[in-house]
């Protein structure tokens, strides 16, 4: 990294942020850098993240709503299909060791543990400059499986802010070129995300229908099997899935019936 990193602190605790910048200050001979801000929420630090891009994120564990991991997972997620973003070099900070399981343990990542020393913010600094987007990705994720965070919403960018949209409102997710539509009863969002990501992680709440659609298992009130247009004389009978809360209906592919039927029985 030829120019100097740009670090944002994220705490909910105005004291830690105080102190963290008073460690980092300290440190500037010994490790150039730029503070460019901090976030007292990881739904705050989303939106400064997405604007200012900064290089190190140096991020609490334990923040009232969404927590450091999950919010970490967010920016995964995001780096995973978004390669003007990479993914920023995580340095958690906790008041509590339970956090340093063995996903903590590659190079990709680290842990302060509170009281923060300056010897030891350096050392996870230095780290952090070295390691790879990809191994970052990597080392978030296997962390999230470790400790079995999984995102309670989807994180969605339009027209300058970042919406959280909870997954309990999510109707159905769509592949749709480059996009992901995420379908509530209220409105469609667009997301860049992997559908295949998407189903992995959230395979208990979701079943795929078709190739490019999950449905949540508990929005699907019933299927409709549906005639060949006049048009499509050549088309099969198929049936599609009916939604609570929507009109719409979604295609069950052929592949899928046999696992999307087995739902109603």
């Known amino acids: ?91 958690f900070v906790t008041a509590h060791d339970e956090y340093a399981v063995q996903a903590f343990d590659v190079r990709a990542i680290d842990y302060l543990l509170k009281p923060v020393r300056a010897s030891r913010l350096l050392e996870a600094l230095q780290r952090a400059v070295l390691s790879l987007p990809g191994e970052r990705r990597e080392a978030i994720d296997a962390l999230a499986r470790d400790t079995q965070t999984q995102r309670r919403q989807l994180s969605v960018h339009e027209r300058g802010r970042v919406v959280l949209v909870p997954m309990v409102d999510v109707i159905y997710l769509k592949a749709e070129l480059k996009y992901i539509t995420v379908r509530t009863s209220e409105r469609e969002f667009l997301i860049e995300e992997s559908l295949t990501d998407l189903e992995q992680e959230f395979g208990e709440r979701f079943v795929r229908i078709h190739r490019n659609a999950l449905v949540a298992r508990d929005a699907i009130t019933g299927f409709e099997r549906v005639a060949p247009s006049a048009q499509d004389s050549g088309g099969e009978p198929f049936w599609q899935v009916v939604m609570r809360d929507i009109k719409e209906r979604l295609p069950v592919s052929r592949r899928q019936w046999s696992t999307v039927k087995a739902l109603a029985s």
């Open 1 to 91: 990294m030829s120019d100097a990193p740009l670090i944002l602190i994220v705490d909910d605790e105005p004291v830690a942020r105080i102190r963290l910048r008073e460690l980092l200050g300290d440190l500037a001979p010994q490790f150039a850098h730029a503070v460019i801000g901090e976030a007292r929420t990881a739904a705050d630090a989303l939106s400064v993240i997405a604007s200012l891009q900064p290089n190190i994120v140096l991020l609490d564990v334990q923040m009232p709503g969404m927590n450091g991991i999950e919010l970490a997972r967010h920016l995964s997620a995001r780096a995973a299909v978004e390669h003007s973003a990479p993914m920023p070099a995580v340095i």
